[in-house]
């Protein structure tokens, strides 16, 4: 018997054997929203595809990533300098737009659902194993986030890849979630005091030019897209944002 090496299969499979009670007893308590993962985990552990049903990769296609025309990822960020507009107002909204290229990238949007559980990858598809929010976004009971998760990315031993890392991990609460929705709309949720974790715009600045989870976007692992530019020049962009009077595209 060969020693068992690490790869996404084996994690997913291995989690799927150890929670597939706890995915049943959740999934009567969570709203489904996530596509059709409601069905995998609910499947006998021995009969329990690895990968997400076709089906439900299927209808994920209603998550705003892979809306037309989002297909093709950003891979640069403009300078603010760079970024003009006839009037301060102007010249805002269009600095939101290029934040957008960042915000909107799959490597925040999978952390930022409105409904379900997180996504993974470039297409944003489900997360396999399937995971669902849990009543502190920190997972289905007995399976935190940080059971797989840990302060660093992983890679993979015998295969391309790895398990993202960094501590904290857990997913953005419902209030924040941005996948499928349009950048006019996450731009005034994110200065909505009510719905951003109490944030004014200095602490939205503070979190987008230093918070170590949104930098883990420009350093996500092995075999992941790294959102566009650097944390250092979305600062900048939010910074230049806040100081032409924080206009969100209409
Ligand atoms: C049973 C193990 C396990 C648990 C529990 C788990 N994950 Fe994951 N997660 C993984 C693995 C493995 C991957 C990497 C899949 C791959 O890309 O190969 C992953 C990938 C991700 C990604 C994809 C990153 C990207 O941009 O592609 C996100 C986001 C994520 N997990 C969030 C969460 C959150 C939030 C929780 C808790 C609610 C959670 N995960 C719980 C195993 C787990
Ligand atoms: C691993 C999951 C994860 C990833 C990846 C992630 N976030 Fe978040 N995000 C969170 C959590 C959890 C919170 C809530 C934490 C808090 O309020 O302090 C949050 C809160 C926020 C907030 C404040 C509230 C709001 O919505 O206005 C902003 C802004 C934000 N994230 C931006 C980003 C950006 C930009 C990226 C990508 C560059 C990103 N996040 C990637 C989990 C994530």
Same mark, same amino acid.
């Given at each position: ?51 997400? %049903?076709?089906?439900? #990769?299927? $209808?994920?296609? !209603? ?9 093709? /990822? &950003?891979? *640069? ?73 840990? %302060?660093?990315?992983? #890679?993979? $031993?015998?295969? !391309? ?9 857990? /997913? &953005?609460? *419902? ?76």
């Amino acid at each position: 018997m060969t020693r068992l090496k690490l790869t996404a299969a084996t994690v997913s499979a291995l989690a799927l054997l150890m929670t597939a009670p706890v995915f049943a007893q959740e999934a009567a308590t969570t709203e489904p929203a996530q596509t059709g993962t409601d069905a995998a985990p609910m499947a006998p552990a021995d009969a329990a595809p690895v990968t997400p %049903a076709p089906e439900a #990769a299927a $209808s994920g296609s !209603t998550i705003a990533g892979q809306a037309e025309g989002q297909m093709v /990822l &950003a891979t *640069e960020l403009q300078a603010p300098e760079a970024i003009t507009g006839a009037d301060d107002t102007a010249r805002s909204v269009a600095l939101f737009q290029e934040m957008g290229k960042v915000i909107t990238h799959p490597r925040c949007l999978n952390c930022h659902p409105v409904t379900g559980g997180p996504t993974q990858g470039d297409d944003m598809h489900p997360h396999s194993p399937p995971m669902v929010r849990g009543v502190a976004d920190f997972g289905p009971d007995g399976l935190s986030c940080t059971t797989c998760h840990g %302060a660093e990315n992983v #890679a993979y $031993s015998v295969e !391309t890849g790895s398990i993202p890392g960094h501590s904290p991990w857990q /997913l &953005a609460p *419902e209030s924040m979630g941005w996948a499928g929705q349009s950048l006019a709309n996450i731009c005034t949720q994110m200065k909505d005091p009510e719905r951003n974790g109490g944030r004014d715009l200095e602490a939205i600045w503070e979190h987008h030019a230093n918070d170590g989870l949104v930098g883990w976007a420009w350093d996500p692992g092995q075999g992941r897209t790294p959102a566009p530019g650097s944390q250092e020049l979305f600062g900048q962009l939010t910074r230049a944002w806040i100081e032409t009077g924080a206009a969100c595209p209409s």
